[in-house]
């Protein structure tokens, strides 16, 4: 079973490849977050770490949703 904390991050996840990301730029925001590119056995800090980032990169998307940014 998934944890909460990971079911969020699967879904930010989600939100951003219908957002028209793709699947290596995902990686290398994970990467840029945390250092590795799976999110599975993160520490607890670098989960709250990858949160914080997939939620301002989701943000940003559907900010520039329809405009360029």
């Known amino acids: ?3 909460a904390q990971h079911e969020r ?3 930010y996840i989600q939100q951003l490849e219908n957002l028209g990301y793709r699947s290596f730029q995902i990686d290398e925001i994970i990467r840029e977050a ?3 590119a799976k999110i599975d056995n993160l520490t607890q800090a670098q989960v709250h770490t990858l949160e914080e980032a997939l939620q301002d990169y989701v943000s ?3 900010k520039c949703k329809g405009k360029k940014c």
């Open 9 to 11: 991050l699967v879904q």
């Open 1 to 3: 079973m998934m944890s």
């Open 34 to 36: 945390v250092g590795v």
């Open 60 to 62: 940003f998307a559907f």
